[in-house]
């Protein structure tokens, strides 16, 4: 197994240098300029700007410069300053160097701030409203699901699956301003929009709050974000149920007189779980590192946004940052639902 | 394992409890005067003046630090800022500003929660005085090269030798037009005589910097672009940085130390924050009551308006923008001043403003928006310029046809605009007038913002296209000049003067008449001047029809006592009250 794990590691290094590569060629093959302006800049203007950011030097040049600030630490006799230009995700001392290690470059459109900086303060965000949205996907999806395919063709049956075609079937586009003006502005139960946590944060993404200060910002977008992934997951959790239920082995357990919330919970649910871990990866990946429409409704300060606007503003770095972060987290969390399949079906071996 | 991990995770709910519990509480001090507004989606680009071009960075600007002189907001009149007055040479091109000596640069201390002056590092440290070498170091820093300032073409395009260090054909700031005779006394000296320098030279990228801030000095450490971050920012207008929480709010605190002069006064309002919201959630955030002033989205316009109480906060102001089309005069069809006329003449602006856009906008008749200086006004010309004149279209549309000896089946015409739900209605709005008034089938195509702003920047540009501008300075001179004058942003042109896309077009009398008009210091004359070239623009050679002229449609509480800005942003909110 460990084996296994430092094989999947090697190659998401070579994953991820396959889609810098392609990110980055593509991002500079699109016409349109990061500083093409509504108001056309002057010739010299422009000068100025491609040679502050190396945008003068050849492709393969920047693509360079850019991989060396990522991958190799840099080290001086005196500490690096808090300017744009000496930022990095980390920085350490070794004896009396200052070492930086993993700058993702500034932002072309936020003139005072890195990729780096967006990473520390929006991350976070994004990665607590996944992981509260994934839950809530879970609390609901999965019982309405087993439920449905236990109670084949009766009521519980019948409202689950209404249920996630609604949750399928309207958008957060529209869950998100209804549920915004309902409990925000006519009921005043929750703040309409915004978020309760600050940096820094424990751990690099843990709120340093947990009270209804915080959960009353976060329950609202976690529900609608939530609601259309739980639709997902109730019905595939019911179709892979109701096939494993009519498995031998199930009827072996049942002959053999086992009580049926054992066959259920022993036998069937787990084996019926595989197709549903199996989206939960790209799922978890997807919602962690950021969804556009749920923060913009909701107003909230996270990753999502850099998704969108960075393509349309052609910032190069905040788009190479958010691709290659989106990325990572695909192929960890991948890496995860495989590990998971050998616990859940003791067949599967990777040694 | 299952039972661990849970553990775990109640465990790790339980220390994160624990330590939210351990914070102090909130302080509770005297009560103090708060507003909350908002600036729009997405984080404020920068605060620095030198490198800010867009309304929300300039909002925080002219809140947090003064230029030389100030525009109001509402008259758009030319007033004092740090210069409390000033003197022209005998040619009119050097301007000797005498600045004030009484306003300190401050900073808000967390640790106090308070407003304090910034001191230098001499043994018994005194307060740092904004002084004319701090104006000439904001300027230097604007314009160096290294700074990769976007606006700096402004400046460079104003101040005697600014342009050559800009573009790096000198390191030696000395032979650029801007001097401090001593700390109180700078003196600019400008390229033409023009009535607007005044105007240029209280632009945020001519505002002092800090220079010890952002180059380190022996008790200062260098924080390069990053001096306007929470806990670094200095400024010294009538409000100063207290906080930004990136994508997410600012909030300005009182600058208690700023002298309160006539036309910019000391701020009432103790502290305001504005959220980074999107309309739609913003104007839930006013309806619940939380912040005190927003934009009306436009699916709402017509509930706020039959509202009883939303009726009553609702005001529709005017915003110095324009939206237009233009026209690529070099194309087939719109190579015509005839056909560009008919299409313009065809649009029926007012139907336009009453059925799709609803925000009360004004229908333009030309491109500089009246308020700017130097523009015309519909009171002074009502008949200047393109009016929406089906007959006449038609006959212009006519005329051309029957020279040519073809149809208006064989017219193939394209309108271009960048992808977004608006510009669609728009253009599909203004389609059907075409089928209807001209019986023109005008095809519509968009691309994507930034492939779009590289088309028309080409001599592929389509024949028709969209775009609008707003105000850098508010001078008419900012408008027609800048965008349509050969060279111009819509008109640019190669290195020996030849059309490089855009509209494509060079007309003698408009180029001398513009540049008359800049230097032509009676008002009333420069306006007839600014009206001949509109003339010529809009009509004469229909270079571009102007569409409408920019309205803001907002919502504020009764209990706001505020001020409307026609700048686009660049509120004076120190003027604004609240009563809570």
């Avoid at chain 1, 449905?148 to 079937?169: C, E, H, P, R």
């Avoid at chain 1, 929009?193 to 009353?216: A, C, E, H, M, V």
């Avoid at chain 2, 030319?78 to 409390?84: E, L």
């Avoid at chain 2, 904004?130 to 104003?158: C, H, K, M, Q």
Wanted: charged share 20%; proline share 6%; with cysteine.
């Amino acid at each position: 197994m460990g084996r296994y794990i430092v094989r999947r590691l090697l190659y998401l290094v070579v994953v991820l240098f396959v889609v810098s590569v392609i990110t980055f060629g593509l991002m500079h093959a699109v016409p349109g300029g990061p500083f093409d302006r509504e108001k056309a800049l002057p010739p010299d203007i422009m000068e100025n700007l491609n040679r502050r950011y190396n945008l003068d030097q050849p492709i393969v040049v920047q693509y360079g410069l850019y991989m060396r600030e990522v991958l190799i630490p840099k080290c001086q006799d005196t500490h690096w300053l808090a300017t744009t230009e000496d930022d990095a995700m980390i920085k350490f001392k070794v004896g009396n160097l200052y070492c930086k290690w993993m700058n993702f470059g500034p932002s072309y459109r936020s003139r005072s701030r890195t990729v780096n900086d967006i990473f520390r303060d929006q991350l976070p965000i994004s990665m607590q409203l996944g992981v509260m949205a994934l839950t809530v996907a879970l609390i609901i999806g999965l019982p309405s699901g087993i439920l449905a395919a236990l109670k084949q063709n009766t009521i519980f049956d019948y409202l689950g699956m209404s249920i996630a075609i609604f949750g399928v079937s309207v958008p957060v586009i529209v869950l998100g301003p209804l549920m915004v003006y309902v409990f925000g502005v006519a009921l005043g139960w929750f703040p309409p929009t915004g978020w309760g946590s600050q940096p820094p944060y424990i751990l690099g993404f843990i709120p340093r709050n947990l009270g209804w200060d915080y959960f009353k910002y976060a329950i609202m977008p976690a529900v609608a974000l939530g609601l259309g992934s739980s639709a997902i997951i109730a019905r595939l959790t019911r179709a892979s149920l109701l096939q494993v239920v009519r498995e031998d082995y199930i009827r072996t357990a049942r002959a053999k007189g086992l009580r049926e919330r054992l066959v259920i919970t022993q036998h069937a649910l787990k084996n019926s779980l595989i197709p549903v871990v199996t989206i939960l990866g790209p799922m978890f990946a997807a919602l962690v590192t950021g969804t556009f429409v749920t923060e913009l409704t909701f107003g909230i300060p996270g990753m999502g946004r850099y998704f969108v606007t960075s393509i349309t503003n052609r910032d190069y770095p905040v788009i190479m940052g958010t691709i290659l972060l989106y990325a990572i987290f695909l192929v960890i969390a991948n890496l995860v639902v495989d590990l998971i399949y050998a616990y859940l079906d003791p067949r599967i071996r990777y040694d | 394992m299952r039972k661990s991990l849970f553990l775990a995770v109640a465990a790790l709910m339980i220390v994160s409890m624990a330590l939210a519990a351990c914070q102090p509480p909130a302080a509770e001090g005297p009560t103090i005067k708060t507003l909350k507004l908002n600036m729009g989606p997405g984080d404020i680009p920068t605060l620095d003046p030198s490198l800010a071009t867009d309304t929300s960075s300039t909002q925080i600007d002219v809140m947090t630090f003064v230029g030389l002189t100030r525009q109001d907001e509402v008259t758009t009149l030319i007033g004092p800022g740090m210069a409390t007055d000033w003197t022209y040479s005998e040619d009119g091109k050097t301007i000797t500003f005498n600045l004030r000596n009484d306003v300190p640069w401050v900073k808000y201390d967390a640790v106090s929660d308070q407003v304090v002056q910034v001191t230098d590092c001499s043994e018994t440290p005194a307060v740092r005085i904004v002084n004319a070498y701090d104006f000439v170091y904001g300027i230097e820093r604007t314009l160096n090269p290294a700074t990769a300032s976007d606006y700096a073409y402004v400046l460079s395009f104003a101040i005697d030798g600014a342009a050559a260090y800009n573009n790096g054909e000198t390191d030696d700031f000395s032979t650029v037009g801007v001097k401090a005779i001593d700390a109180f006394t700078l003196e600019m000296t400008f390229n033409e005589a023009a009535a607007y320098n005044a105007n240029i030279a209280g632009m945020w990228i001519a505002y002092p910097s800090p220079s010890w801030l952002i180059d380190g000095d022996d008790c200062t450490e260098a924080r390069g672009d990053k001096w306007t971050e929470t806990g670094f920012f200095q400024g010294f207008g009538p409000y100063t940085m207290k906080e930004w929480v990136h994508d997410s709010y600012i909030t300005l605190v009182k600058n208690p130390f700023w002298p309160g002069t006539e036309n910019i006064p000391a701020a009432k309002i103790d502290e305001v924050t504005w959220t980074m919201l999107d309309e739609v959630p913003a104007f839930a955030e006013y309806e619940a009551g939380n912040i005190a002033s927003a934009a009306v989205p436009l699916a709402d316009i017509d509930r706020v308006k039959s509202d009883p109480t939303l009726s009553q906060e609702l005001v529709i102001a005017p915003v110095q923008c324009t939206y237009y089309y233009g026209f690529n005069t070099t194309k087939p069809f719109v190579d015509d001043a005839r056909v560009r006329r008919a299409l313009s003449m065809a649009i029926d602006r007012q139907g336009l403003i009453d059925n799709v856009l609803k925000g009360g906008q004004e229908p333009a008749q030309w491109f500089s928006r009246p308020g700017l200086a130097g523009a015309p006004t519909m009171a002074d010309h009502p008949d200047l310029g393109v009016k929406f004149d089906p007959e006449g279209a038609m006959a212009e549309l006519q005329s051309y046809l029957d020279e040519k000896g073809i149809t208006v089946a064989d017219v193939d015409i394209t309108l271009m605009f960048n992808t977004s739900s608006g510009h669609q209605k728009i253009a599909e709005a203004i389609q059907q007038m075409w089928k209807d008034n001209l019986g023109l089938d005008v095809k519509l195509v968009n691309q994507e913002w930034a492939v779009y702003l590289d088309t028309i920047r080409t001599v592929d540009t389509p024949q028709i296209y969209r775009l609008g501008w707003c105000q850098d300075y508010a001078d008419a001179n900012n408008f027609i000049r800048e965008v349509f004058a050969s060279g111009g942003s819509a008109n640019p042109t190669n290195e020996d003067g030849s059309p490089a896309g855009g509209v494509m077009w060079k007309n003698d009398e408009f180029e001398s008449l513009i540049v008359q008009a800049a230097t032509e210091l009676d008002p009333a004359a420069r306006v007839e001047l600014y009206a001949q070239a509109e003339e010529i623009l809009v009509y004469t050679d229909a270079v571009m029809a102007p569409i409408y002229w920019y309205t803001r449609v907002s919502v504020t509480k009764p209990n706001v006592t505020r001020t409307y800005s026609v700048l686009g942003g660049q509120e004076s909110v120190n003027k604004w009250d609240v009563t809570q």
